[in-house]
Structure formats: structure tokens, C-alpha cells
């Protein structure tokens, strides 16, 4: 290989890694905690994640890439682009990345990283797909329905951080999509009301019916009663799912098992406040205050991993 391709290409890497680690600092607080808790050689391949899962959630929603990481004259979105025809463009992008040709700075380190800890394909591909569901549908008729697009939004994100630490086994990713898609939904009926204000509805349409909701009910200031049972019923099996996933912590070690007590006691207490809330998320969103991040973060850094209390908190 010619000595000065190798070189060229080492600045290239070195290049878009900087910016991929710019843009997480940027904009993730999720990868802030993860980057701070992360030995320091995952740092940057946590960072090239991040910005890839960034890059096709902004294209998904708002029809753009951030033009750092493009690189490419037809990924800095035309005007009126069709958000599907991007998402295509996309994710050709990434099998040219899988055939060891990328071809912009965000791809260049995804190639790297890929080939360096030996991840499949399949977990990128599916939140390309998930962007694109977002494009077709804004309803989900089954509580099926929605499992299967958290199958592409949120559970990939878990199977990729898992292979950054290297587990591969099928019982870890099983139990790793449990606590993923408990996430994806605790962030669900967190946000019912600024969902519905942008034309979202992800409470199962079963469900409404079952319960007696109606989308004029979601449009209103507070929670019916009605609508209260119903979160009531989304919380409890969201718990459960949490429950389902609790065992992973027990199987990884050392960061990454402070990791998954941090976001499974952070999803937890976001349903406690719904619960404490009286099941009421149109009156107002709850969240978390940066005091509560703050305690969750050294209860679980200072008292080992917190999977007891986790337990407590999905019982």
C-alpha cells in the first residue's frame, strides 16, 4: 500500500473522529454521562456512534445532516428533498461504509469503528428503517405495533453499545432490548402532549379504544380520568419491562454496569413522577431536575450498581 494513502487516510480518521466527538459534546447529555463513566479507549467509538444515531435522527425529523459530517454534496439535503429519498441516500452511505469505500467524515469513522470491534450491520440499518417509519406512520394500532418500532429506534442502540464492549451473547441482547424499549416508552408517556402537538400519537390506538380515550381528550390541558387509567396501564407494563431487563446489569461489569443503573433507575423515576403525578401528563411533563440526576448518579457511583433499588422502583 502506498505510504502516503496510508497517511491520507490516517488524517482523514483522525479528522472525522474529532468531529464526531465535537458534535456529541455538543449535543448529548446521554453521551456526556456515558463518555465520562466509559474507559477512555471506548470514548471516541462511543462518540462515532453517537453522531451516526444524531445524523439519521436528523434527517428522519427534520429532513437535514449536519453539514460537518456530510462531506458530500448530495447529503446537504436540497431544499424540498424528500426525508425518504435521504434516508435511502443514507443508507447507501453506510453499506459503502461496510465495503470499506465511506465516503464522508461521519462514514469514515463508522467504517473504523465497525471493522475495529466487529459490528454487524443489521443494528444501523434498522434506525435508518425507524426514520423511515416515522415518515410513513404517526399512529400505531397495537401495542405490537409500537414494540416493533422501538425494534428499530431504540433497541439497536443497546445491541451496538454492547458490541462496543464486546458481549455478543443472545441472552444479553434479549435482555438489553427489555430495558431499550422500556426507555423508548417511559420517554413515550412522558411526552404524550408535545407528541400530539407535532401530530404523534404513540399510545396504541387499542389501547384508547379499551380505556375510552379519544384524541380530543389528548388535546386537552389535563388527563380525563379515562385518560389517567391508561397511563396507569402503559406504566405498569413499561415497569415490567424494566423488571424484564434488570438482569443484564448483574451479567456486564465495571462502567457499563454503572451505566445501566444509571438509565434504568433514570427511566424508573420518570414513571415514578407520572405515578406521583396522578398518571396526568397533559397538565404538565415531568422530568427530572438536574438535583435528582445529580443524587441518582452518586447513589448508584457511591452505593455500587443499584440494582436493588432498581428492582424496588420495577416492582
Known amino acids: 500500500m502506498d505510504p502516503q494513502t496510508t497517511s491520507e487516510r490516517a488524517k482523514a480518521l483522525a479528522k472525522a473522529r474529532k468531529q464526531c466527538r465535537a458534535l456529541a459534546r455538543a449535543h448529548g447529555e446521554n453521551?456526556?454521562?456515558?463518555?465520562?463513566?466509559?474507559?477512555?479507549?471506548?470514548?471516541?467509538?462511543?462518540?462515532?456512534?453517537?453522531?451516526?444515531?444524531?445524523?439519521?435522527?436528523?434527517?428522519?425529523?427534520?429532513?437535514?445532516?449536519?453539514?460537518?459530517?456530510?462531506g458530500r454534496s448530495d447529503m446537504a439535503v436540497p431544499p424540498g428533498a424528500q426525508r425518504i429519498v435521504?434516508?435511502?441516500?443514507?443508507?447507501?452511505?453506510?453499506?459503502?461504509?461496510?465495503?470499506?469505500?465511506?465516503?464522508?467524515?461521519?462514514?469514515?469513522?463508522?467504517?473504523?469503528?465497525?471493522?475495529?470491534?466487529?459490528?454487524?450491520?443489521e443494528p444501523f440499518r434498522r434506525l435508518v428503517e425507524a426514520n423511515r417509519m416515522d415518515q410513513r406512520t404517526n399512529r400505531y394500532g397495537t401495542y405490537a405495533d409500537l414494540v416493533r418500532y422501538c425494534e428499530h429506534s431504540a433497541t439497536p442502540v443497546g445491541r451496538i453499545v454492547l458490541g462496543l464492549y464486546r458481549i455478543r451473547d443472545e441472552e444479553a441482547a434479549r435482555l438489553s432490548d427489555a430495558t431499550c424499549t422500556a426507555l423508548q416508552l417511559a420517554n413515550f408517556w412522558q411526552d404524550v402532549k408535545r407528541d400530539f402537538a407535532i401530530g404523534r400519537v404513540y399510545l396504541p390506538q387499542e389501547d384508547l379504544v379499551r380505556f375510552g380515550v379519544t384524541e380530543a381528550d389528548l388535546a386537552a390541558d389535563r388527563g380525563s380520568d379515562a385518560f389517567r387509567r391508561l397511563l396507569e396501564f402503559?406504566?405498569?407494563?413499561?415497569?415490567?419491562?424494566?423488571?424484564?431487563?434488570?438482569?443484564?446489569?448483574?451479567?456486564?461489569?465495571?462502567?457499563?454496569?454503572?451505566?445501566?443503573?444509571?438509565?434504568?433507575?433514570?427511566?424508573?423515576?420518570?414513571?415514578?413522577?407520572?405515578?406521583?403525578?396522578?398518571?396526568?401528563?397533559?397538565?404538565g411533563r415531568p422530568r427530572l431536575s438536574r438535583l435528582e440526576k445529580a443524587r441518582i448518579f452518586l447513589a448508584v457511583a457511591l452505593k455500587g450498581h443499584g440494582r436493588q433499588r432498581a428492582a424496588e422502583q420495577a416492582s
Not at 447507501?92 to 466487529?118: C, H, I, M, N
Not at 443484564?248 to 433514570?266: E, K, N, P
Open 234 to 283: 402503559e406504566v405498569g407494563r413499561t415497569r415490567a419491562l424494566f423488571a424484564e431487563g434488570l438482569p443484564l446489569i448483574d451479567r456486564v461489569s465495571g462502567h457499563l454496569r454503572v451505566d445501566l443503573a444509571l438509565f434504568t433507575r433514570g427511566g424508573l423515576a420518570i414513571l415514578d413522577k407520572i405515578e406521583k403525578r396522578g398518571y396526568d401528563t397533559l397538565a
Open 31 to 70: 453521551f456526556t454521562v456515558l463518555s465520562v463513566l466509559a474507559p477512555r479507549v471506548l470514548r471516541t467509538h462511543l462518540a462515532v456512534v453517537y453522531a451516526y444515531c444524531r445524523a439519521v435522527d436528523d434527517l428522519g425529523d427534520e429532513g437535514r445532516l449536519p453539514l460537518e459530517l456530510a
Open 86 to 121: 435521504l434516508l435511502d441516500s443514507f443508507e447507501r452511505q453506510l453499506d459503502l461504509a461496510y465495503g470499506g469505500r465511506p465516503e464522508s467524515p461521519l462514514f469514515v469513522g463508522l467504517a473504523a469503528t465497525a471493522a475495529e470491534f466487529d459490528l454487524p450491520v
